[in-house]
């Protein structure tokens, strides 16, 4: 017996040692129990720290003090008025905690979070890595015994990071199903003025043999090259602004919970990140909804296809001056239409999936439907305007092209504003994870 | 007695009685030992044939005295229902107790049915030694016993082996036939009852007119029967009218609600059967049940009234927060205890102004626990006061939106539905709760309370600042006057002084208690006696009600804490025990637990020595005893444990149907063989636990051994130790005494009856060594009814042990 918890004993000194050398080398032999000391000295290899030197180091072990924390109602008011509208019946049983197969075994979410959210810390909230570390799996609403839906307010929250990193104004408007056609107006506007100051409303130019070119409908160097580099390139601003606030909120919090600044940065963790997630393998730890790793997949890649598609089409077009439309066999319009393709069954799959999977996690709020809506419409648009281009119907094809340009505007100019920004701020959080070493296992 | 006793003795041999014993010896047991005037054998006796055949003997023959050997007293009670004021029933119990702890009747081949017999003893004690496989008959065999129900058992069953002849067990039978003559001895030595019946006065007085005593007062007033109810303050209502709201009272139980006591107050005040008396106090209770005077004080003038029962709702105190400086109460001006939040609330309409400069709060901490779930204070759970500060909470909150209500608390506690209300306050986004542990609370120079808040749930040690800090202190019973300051260090039973009397017997030492409310003239103290913390009971789960004091029932907050709605149930609970209380007595019968009995202890005054022993152990305080401690009994009080009767030296108190020498008759009664393989051991069993863990073992065919005796006893309490030196001198091996359990979770359905007894074994041991005999020999065990299948084993034990010791060096003299 005595044996036993002797090395028991070890064990949890063992395994908390190369945490506490790591982030606060002054205090790790002060927090070690007394008992294991040698073993501890050895493993932590802080040969200067003495335990007289601990105890005139800074603050270590128990002597942490206590942090001032302001709850804040009106927080707590948005969180529920974001989505969580059920935050307040949690009960702290830690049930979600023990759900989640994705979260980091040292600092569990979301059970933290649903007392934060409940308390209105604010500041603790929008700067933690683990509100973009949880994937939306659900397991935890599904098995929430008082049906708080701590999936739902972990996304609420998320939904209010991204306002708080972006502008809140401009977020809270595209949150909201009310505004919607005035946020939608902005991009009609932008294409139709477009349209009409090449005077294509009224003369509808055609290519040789009278096929139907949108090239020509709308020039790629006056019309749609500014356009979107401009939203593009505003996007992206705001994108990495906001990714870099939130990363050094993450940082202070990390810090002042005595964390030591990590070793490689941002850009020094991004590679092994990316690598990480192109297999979606943390999607794939979601019991309740483990299905949508596929469908998330499927509209990622067809993301990145057409992505490079449209990379692709700059090079053709602006290096080696090739005119579009380009033929069936070209690579790029293989390339194109496979990512098309995978779009549309993955973002099907993610519409079946939201009706499937609602009588346990719900069906999704507003803030979902926004971007699956958008994306089924950008892709439904573009494959249509491809088809109705062969067909030569040209009183379609116009205004489906216009249609899905309109679509792709809208995305591109509220991608900071909208649940699409989760590309930057879970990546971001990510990065962060690996970088201090928060979910180590996760993956 | 002047009618002389004719005896009918009656043997079932149905339920496997008749398969297993030889009835027919059974029957020259009564016939030739004790000439019983009337013997006979009947097959499922509990018939309607079967009893007819008892009444046509009471009818016919002149029988008076009944003794039917078949199953369990406690079961087929309305079948051998005999009026017992001209009757003497006694059951013996064969089924339960001998036959079915037994080894199942060895059938037509005796191999077969050694097997079975050793595949039963592997049963009852799950034991490894379980026989291996038994043939396919005797498996049968087996089987049909275990299904045969308790009550109505197929006659064919069991008379099947009877007609092949029994192959009868020699243990067995000699158990059953010792059980036989132990019953016909008692049945002997009992006389009816003589119920006394006197004139009594229905009258219920309520003491306190808060929720408890206006829904006692009202529920006995709408029964019909005559009520006075008192009040010490100026008008009724208690707390209920000084709350600014009070917690839900029915469903959905989601909202606080107005004090509606007003109605109520109205509705006492204006029944005609309810006489109020405000500003009063009791000066004197006198008497017992049905018969008491009482003088009441008020407004200058004292005048006494005839009541026949007490409701004592005198509810509760507060929790002393002078003593939670610690907590920055009396240090801080911010700092208030739930009590002061309620009248703050109250002044200001639900609006929360702070007492230090009358801001209206945006913050508010309240911390749980103050002061209680705590050694040093009070050591339990009030139970009300999360509810509370979920309430106040709501006040905060719902006087202004943007504040918040901070709730430090150990544990939430909302027991059952107000489940709701924590939920519904808890959705309030205002309301903010943690677990956590407050460890320092200072102020800042505006008045504010910092609080630092250690092991909570936000995952990290934290400090908070709030407008003010609100103390969840908690309920003390008003049965602790307001002098006493803690609750811990209560002396036990009464607050008092301690006294120390010499009588012949030796100094007795006791505490006399301090007049608080009901001034009882009892010799036993002036109050009722308490347990933990000073709720009065005299069993928190079986009888809630009941005090130690018969007569005298407890409701609301002065037995435990509880809300106000729970109180008002409670008043209506303790009127119907008043009620019941008094319609027995009329009758001249016993409240519970021996509910309908119409016996009563009588003392033979000519040899009492005035040792007081009977005054001083009665559980119920029923006797009083003049200036020489001569004892003076009050029926009516009397719950008829027989405690006194056990503690007498003089054997001079005894019961018509219940005395020393009765039961010193029946050890007397059983036959003490010379041989040393059979050793005989008297087990004392309490008819309340004991009894019924016998039956059930015997229900469940758990094997006992077959050396024991069982002698029922109404309690331990009564436990005469002369009965164990006569007993133990004429060859009868140890005494088992199998009771309740006693001192702080006391299971003894007389309160401290089996703790009595265990004390006068204390002395035993004088005796034993006067006889060259081990202590051991006499032992008590205790035993909760739900632990009855421990039962077969704490008995083997025990014959065990006894073995060891060897064979009782009196047997054959």
């Known amino acids: 017996m005595a044996d036993e918890s002797v090395e028991k004993g070890e064990e949890t000194a063992g395994a908390d040692a190369p945490k ?10 002060s927090t070690a129990d007394p008992g294991v000391g040698p073993a501890e000295k050895t493993e932590s290899g802080e040969a200067g720290a003495t335990p007289e030197a601990a105890e005139t180091g800074p603050a270590g072990g128990d002597a942490i003090p206590a942090r001032v924390i302001q709850p804040d109602v009106r927080f707590v008011r948005d969180v529920i008025n974001a989505g969580g509208s059920d935050l307040k019946k949690c009960y702290q049983c830690a049930t979600c905690s023990v759900a989640c197969n994705i979260t980091p075994d040292d600092t569990p979410f979301p059970r933290k979070e649903m007392q934060w959210a409940q308390w209105g810390l604010k500041e603790k909230l929008t700067g933690s890595p683990d509100i973009w570390l949880c994937h939306q799996c659900n397991d935890c609403t599904a098995q929430c015994p008082r049906d708080a839906k701590p999936g739902t307010v972990m996304q609420a929250i998320a939904k209010m990071t991204i306002a708080n990193y972006s502008i809140s104004s401009i977020a809270k408007a595209v949150g909201s199903a009310k505004t919607f056609v005035l946020m939608a107006l902005l991009p009609v506007i932008i294409i139709m003025a477009a349209i009409g100051i090449q005077g294509h409303f009224s003369n509808v130019p055609r290519g040789g043999n009278g096929a139907i070119v949108y090239s020509e409908f709308m020039n790629v160097y006056r019309a749609i090259d500014p356009i979107f580099t401009i939203f593009f390139v505003i996007a992206a601003v705001l994108l990495i602004l906001g990714g870099r606030r939130y990363w050094n909120d993450m940082l202070r919090n990390h810090v002042s919970e005595g964390g030591a600044a990590p070793e490689k940065g941002f850009f020094g963790n991004l590679w092994p990140t990316v690598t990480e997630f192109l297999a979606h393998k943390r999607f794939r730890k979601c019991d309740e909804t483990r299905d949508r790793a596929n469908s998330h997949l499927l509209v990622f890649y067809a993301f990145v296809g057409l992505l490079l598609t449209t990379a692709w089409a700059g090079l053709y077009m602006d290096v080696i001056h090739r005119e579009s439309p380009f033929p069936m066999y070209d690579p790029i319009k293989i390339l194109a239409n496979i990512s098309a393709a995978a779009g549309i069954i993955g973002i099907t799959m993610v519409l079946i999936y939201k009706f499937t999977h609602a009588g346990k996690i719900g069906r999704g709020s507003y803030y979902d439907w926004w971007l699956i809506g958008t994306i089924y419409v950008l892709l439904l648009t573009g494959i249509g305007s491809e088809l109705l281009r062969e067909a030569n119907t040209a009183v379609f094809a116009y205004p489906v092209y216009s249609l899905h340009l309109m679509t792709v505007l809208f995305l591109f100019i509220y991608a900071p504003f909208s649940k699409m920004a989760h590309m930057v701020y879970r990546m971001v959080a990510l990065v962060f994870a690996r970088a201090t070493g928060r979910d180590l296992g996760v993956e | 007695m002047t009618v002389d006793k004719k005896i009918g003795v009656y043997i079932c041999t149905d339920c496997g009685i008749g398969g297993a014993l030889d009835t027919e010896a059974l029957d020259n047991v009564a016939k030739n030992e004790y000439k019983a005037d009337i013997v006979r054998r009947a097959p499922f006796l509990c018939s309607q044939e079967g009893t007819q055949q008892i009444k046509d003997d009471i009818n016919n023959e002149g029988v008076n005295t009944i003794v039917v050997a078949a199953c369990s007293a406690r079961v087929n009670t309305d079948m051998f229902d005999f009026d017992p004021a001209r009757y003497v029933t006694e059951r013996v119990n064969l089924r339960e107790h001998v036959v079915w702890t037994q080894s199942p009747a060895p059938v037509a081949v005796p191999e077969e049915a050694e097997k079975t017999a050793e595949e039963k003893a592997g049963e009852g004690e799950a034991a490894a030694e379980s026989a291996p496989d038994t043939g396919g008959e005797a498996e049968m065999e087996t089987e049909a016993q275990e299904e045969a129900p308790a009550e109505a058992a197929a006659p064919e069953e069991a008379t099947a082996p009877a007609e092949a002849g029994p192959v009868v067990d020699e243990n067995t039978q000699e158990m059953a036939e010792d059980h036989l003559r132990m019953g016909i001895v008692r049945a002997k030595a009992s006389d009816p009852a003589e119920p006394q019946i006197e004139e009594i006065n229905k009258t219920i007085l309520v003491i306190g007119g808060g929720p408890t005593g206006l829904s006692s007062a009202l529920e006995a007033a709408n029964a019909g029967y005559e009520v006075v109810l008192i009040e010490k303050e100026a008008e009724l ?102 009590v002061e939040m309620e009248q703050i609330a109250a002044e200001g309409n639900g609006t929360v102004a702070r007492p230090s400069d009358g801001k209206q709060a945006t913050s508010v901490a309240f911390l749980q626990c103050a002061g209680q779930r705590d050694p040093e204070h009070l050591p339990y759970c009030s139970s009300v006061c999360c509810l509370t500060s979920l309430k106040q909470a709501l006040y905060v909150t719902e006087s202004n939106p943007e504040a918040a209500a901070y709730i430090v608390y150990k544990d939430m506690r909302t027991p059952g539905l107000y489940e709701e209300f924590y939920k519904a306050a808890q959705d309030n986004p205002g309301v903010m709760l943690t677990k956590g542990e407050v460890t320092s609370i200072t102020e800042d120079e505006s008045g504010n309370i910092i609080l630092e808040i250690d092991n909570t749930i936000l995952g990290e040690k934290v400090m908070v600042v709030a407008d003010m800090l609100v103390l969840a202190t908690g309920m003390v019973t008003n049965t602790i006057p307001a002098h006493i300051e803690g609750v811990t260090d209560l002396t036990p039973e009464y607050v008092g002084q301690w006294r120390e009397t010499e009588t012949v017997d030796g100094v007795i030492k006791e505490v006399i208690a301090d007049p608080i409310v009901l001034n009882l003239a009892y010799r036993q103290g002036p109050e009722l006696p308490y347990l933990k913390y000073g709720f009065p009971d005299s069993h928190f789960v079986c009888f809630p009600y009941e005090t130690r004091r018969t007569g005298i029932y407890a409701a609301g907050t002065v037995r435990h804490p509880m809300t106000a709605m729970q109180s008002t149930n409670d008043g209506a609970g303790a009127a119907l025990k008043a009620i019941q209380c008094l319609e027995l007595a009329a009758q001249g019968m016993s409240v519970h637990p021996r509910a309908g009995d119409q016996s009563f202890p009588e003392i033979n005054f000519t040899n009492c020595t005035q040792c007081r022993r009977c005054t001083v152990e009665c559980p119920f305080g029923v006797l009083d005893e003049d200036e020489k401690g001569t004892p003076k009994t009050n029926t009516f009080r009397c719950r008829r444990c027989g405690t006194c009767m056990g503690a007498c030296p003089q054997r001079i108190i005894s019961f018509k149907n219940y005395s020393v020498e009765m039961i010193a008759s029946q050890m007397k009664a059983i036959k003490v063989p010379e041989e040393d393989s059979k050793p005989r051991i008297i087990a004392l069993i309490c008819e309340n636990d004991a009894y019924p863990a016998l039956d059930i073992a015997g229900l469940n065919r758990l094997k006992i051994s077959p050396f024991y005796r069982f002698i029922t006893m109404r309690c331990l309490g009564g436990t005469n130790l002369v009965w164990i030196a006569d007993a133990l001198s004429a060859g009868i091996e140890g005494f088992l005494l199998i009771g309740c359990r006693f001192d702080d979770d006391y299971q003894c359905h007389f309160i401290k009856g089996s703790k009595a007894a265990n004390e006068r074994l204390g002395k035993v041991q004088e005796t034993l060594g006067r006889l060259m005999l081990e202590a051991e020999r006499v032992t008590q065990v205790e035993l909760p009814l739900n632990e009855w299948d421990k039962l077969p084993g704490i008995m083997e034990e025990f014959a065990e042990k006894l073995k060891e010791f060897g064979p009782n060096p009196f047997k054959g003299f």
């Open chain 2, 237 to 338: 209502g208690g707390w209920a009218k000084k709350m600014y709201r009070l917690l839900p009272d029915k469903a959905p139980f989601q909202e606080s609600k107005k004090p509606d006591i007003e109605s109520r107050i109205g509705a006492a005040m204006s029944h005609d059967k309810i006489r109020v008396i405000t500003g009063g106090a009791i000066e004197k209770t006198a008497g017992e049940p049905g018969k008491y005077q009482v003088t009441v004080n008020s407004n200058g003038g004292a005048e006494t009234l005839t009541i026949g029962a007490i409701v004592l709702a005198i509810g509760w105190k507060p929790y002393n927060a002078n003593r939670l400086e610690h907590l920055g109460y009396g240090k801080f001006k911010n700092v208030v205890t739930n």
């Open chain 1, 20 to 29: 506490a050398g790591e982030t606060e080398p002054e205090s790790a032999v």
